[in-house]
């Protein structure tokens, strides 16, 4: 590799470090009240749990303990027209409530045993809206649980971050920017022109940030837009992306914590398609929708107003994405009928097609069961 690439490397890796610290400027804190319990309780019993009142590296549980978190904050007057985010990192998952303790958004922390090289598992920033204030003052709820996303004990399980921030949401639209072509160039070949072009797109880019003012950040991304407005000429190739979040019913934490992370991961799914009008989302496994119909009624009526839209897919013919090499063949035979069952009885909807992607070996007779049952597709 050339002297100069590796110094345009070192320095578009400074930049996004960089821009990663000033997407988000804390303007105050946040009080945290939590109720800690050994098991998930209610919204209405909220307050059964021991109090702690927590500062930030405070420890509030052990594995799969549980506790309802109470935040309390007032955004200073000099920011209220400001873009305001709150950032929470509570060494576990949680999800936030509206004021009738109805899921609204999942939250999950940074620390985990997750490949970092895949992408940044955290969900940590919650943008302030009506339903987290009262009063004029910031005042909400969160469901916890003490663990990461693969069910451990992380960080001994403390009090991360409690922040109140403002988000310059040019800055981060920046950064994806950036990241799609630094992540591109991962894929071609060192070698080639277009490798290159990337790479000094991203170097300008770099370049034009000086004290990240408005225009250095436009002047900036209009570098990036010419690579990212490139056609691949030489694949006439077209994408469909649609969302989805897998999800173990059972594996490394206890069954009701799985209930809980299907609230968690299914409300921040909606904020998303309120968010982005393009963006569908899909997911699988009637069990799951189950527990939300039983547990998350509120919840359960908003995913079935966007599969009527359109854009929430159902996945999957099973009840559950099964093991299909253990099992016999009656058993796939009712996982095909109950699923399909469920998903035409429940959202009116002819599932097609088996999604079936983290088991381990597929058994001989899941084409035969398939084309009996009316599924003709497998993913």
Known sequence: MPHNMKAYIKQIK?????IEEEIYTEIGGLDAVAYVTKEPVSFENRFSGKKIDLKVNQPWGGLFDCAWFNFTGLVP????????VLIIDLSGEAYITDKKGNPIQGITTKASEYDFSLGKPVKKIVYLKDELMSEGKIDFWADAGCNDLFGNLVNNGVLVECKIAICNEELKSLYYDLEVLSELMTQIPEDSAQYHTILHSLYNSSNALGSCTYDEIKNAKEIAAVELNRKCADAPLKISAIGHAHLDLAWRWPIRETIRKGARTFSTALMNLEKYPDYVFGASQPQLYVWMKENYPVLYKRIKEYVKKGRWEAQ???WVESDTNITGA?????????GKRFFKEEFGIDVRTLWLPDVFGYSAAIPQILKKSGVDFFM
């Open 316 to 318: 999957g013919a099973m």
């Open 77 to 84: 007057k000099e920011h209220e027209d400001k873009n305001i």
């Open 14 to 18: 400074k930049t996004f470090r960089r």
């Open 330 to 338: 009656e058993s796939l035979v009712r996982q095909v009928i109950y």
